[in-house]
């Protein structure tokens, strides 16, 4: 049995939570989510707590345990908080701007790349730093990978796009150039 699945989920005052048959909705103040349980697995409500429970000896539902237990607690707070991922535009004429609701990225490329938001999900721009924020935790990482995919952070001079407080291990680059004198010169 899963060590996380077994922890109660404490539901926040603000959040409001349906269990019907094999579903779960979860709504507040930043929006609202609906989540498909797994045959095998069980959900009950008891005041402000969640508990998610297992029935059988079936290795693959207790393999899910932890993970829709997880599941809805990403939920609970997405809806109540929100979720963000930050990311860094790190080179020389490297920019990002909005246009309506789409993201506008300039990064060394002949033309500017256009990414178009999915439903649930915000772009902004704060001193040259891409704030992806929404209520779906999957969804967000998602968007914050497609968006960092456009542009890797390259390891020699650490140009592109990463997320903040990513470390880039740099490489030394071809210090040893002239050593050994020209190819194919007789010694």
């Known amino acids: 049995m899963s060590r996380i699945g077994k922890s109660p989920i404490i539901v926040k005052p603000a959040v409001t939570i349906a269990v019907s048959g094999n579903s779960i909705s979860v709504s507040g103040s930043k929006g609202s989510l609906s989540f498909v349980i797994p045959v095998g697995i069980s959900v009950t409500m008891n005041d402000q707590i969640i508990s998610v429970e297992t029935f059988g000896k079936d290795k693959k539902i207790s393999a899910l345990h932890g993970l829709v237990r997880a599941h809805i607690d990403n939920m609970i707070h997405g809806v109540s908080e929100g979720w963000t991922k930050t990311l860094v535009l790190s080179g020389v004429g490297y920019r990002a701007a909005l246009t309506g609701t789409d993201l506008v990225l300039t990064v060394g490329f002949s033309h500017p790349v256009i ?73």
């Not at 721009?125 to 914050?144: F, R």
């Not at 542009?151 to 001079?157: A, F, L, R, V």
């Open 115 to 187: 990414i178009v938001p999915p439903a649930g999900i915000q772009f902004s721009i704060v001193e040259g730093k891409v704030i992806v924020s929404g209520v779906d935790k999957q969804t967000v990482g998602q968007i914050a990978s497609d968006i960092r995919k456009v542009k890797p952070p390259e390891p020699y001079k650490g140009k592109g796009i990463m997320y903040e407080g990513e470390h880039i291990r740099k490489k030394a680059g071809k210090s040893a150039k002239g050593v050994g004198g020209a190819p194919g010169a007789a010694k």
